[in-house]
Structure formats: C-alpha cells, structure tokens
C-alpha cells in the first residue's frame, strides 16, 4: 500500500509541477477556443458605418429598455447612451484581444469579469431572461445560458486574475525584460 501511496505522490507532484504554467495557459486556450470569436462576432453586430458609429442594434443589446422608451431614437436617450454603447462595443474587442494576446492579462480578466456582469443584468432586467435560458445552480439541467455557462465564464476568468496569463504571453516577455533590467550587470574584477 505504500508502495501504491508513493506511486501516486510521485505522480501527481510531477503533474502539479506543471500547473503553475499549464493552467494559465489551457485558461486562455479555452477562453480563444469558446469565447473570443462569441464576444467579437458580438462586438461586430454593434458596429454601423464603423467602429465609432453604432448600429440601432446595438442600443437594442445594451440599452433595451431605455431604447424603447426613447421610442428607438439614439439622439433621444441622452449624451450617455452613445459613449456607453461604444464603450461596451470596444469591450468585446480589446478586452478578448489583450486575454488572447496574454497582455494586461489580469486586468483584461477582471475587465471580462465585470463585463460578463453587466451583460448578465442587462439580459435579465433589459431583456427579460427567466426561466430555463436563466437557469438554476443544483439542478438536473446544467445548460442553462446564464447560471450554468456564464458562471464558467466567470471561473475561467478568475483563474486568470490569479494565475496570469502563463509563459507564452506578453506578459510574461515583459515580466522577463523587466527582471533582466533590475538583475545587476556583472562586474569584472
């Protein structure tokens, strides 16, 4: 039986000397694989005549309520609305871009964080998701759009605010630079 314990210790030690690395990585791995093309292919529904002119569709996503009170009119929603929806609309851009590119990794984590929040509210409150889109934790349906996947999407990103983005990354480049730049030169004697 010891022989089996330490077998296993052995095992699974070398197998955790390679999470600190491998983590990170298969974090942002899955992040490109599920959800840069979903937030991108998002940010481009929004888009009018270009980046800085929003399409209607895009205050129908982000501002439904308000939208519709305002009788669909942009100019009647007052000087917020447009800088809110560009903001939002940049968003699922640069905020994928920077995970994927391993850049500011922990701040474009949390960055996702509080945007997957703010997306989540505006499809309860503003859209109205209820019922088997919105899901329940500890049920016998774990496909629900909003408990079950987005509270993956939360933990993948929380591994991300802690862990970083992994060595292949900008981030990690210049976390090399940076330690190279303060290790004193050596000095000949």
Do not use: C
């Not at 809110?84 to 609309?89: C, K, P, Q, R, S």
């Amino acid at each position: 039986m010891r022989a089996l314990i330490a077998l296993h210790d052995r095992a699974f030690g070398a197998l955790e000397s390679t999470a600190p690395w491998l983590i990170p990585s298969l974090a942002r791995l899955i992040f490109a694989g599920t959800l840069l093309i979903y937030y991108w292919n998002s940010a481009l529904t929004k888009w009018g005549t270009g980046p800085f002119s929003p399409d209607m569709g895009a205050y129908i996503q982000i501002l439904p309520r308000a939208f519709e009170r305002a009788g669909f009119d942009p100019s009647a929603l007052g000087p917020l609305a447009t800088p809110i929806v560009l903001a939002g609309t940049w968003a699922e851009f640069i905020l994928p871009a920077l995970i994927l590119a391993g850049l500011f990794t922990r701040l474009a984590a949390l960055g996702m964080i509080g945007f997957v929040a703010v997306q989540t509210w505006v499809d309860i409150v503003g859209h109205g998701v209820a019922g088997d889109a919105l899901g329940t934790w500890f049920d016998v349906n774990a496909s629900s759009a909003i408990a079950d996947q987005r509270a993956f999407w939360i933990f993948l990103l929380i591994v991300l605010v802690l862990r970083g983005a992994g060595p292949v990354s900008i981030d990690a480049f210049l976390a090399r630079q940076r330690s190279a730049d303060l290790t004193p030169a050596s000095q000949p004697r």
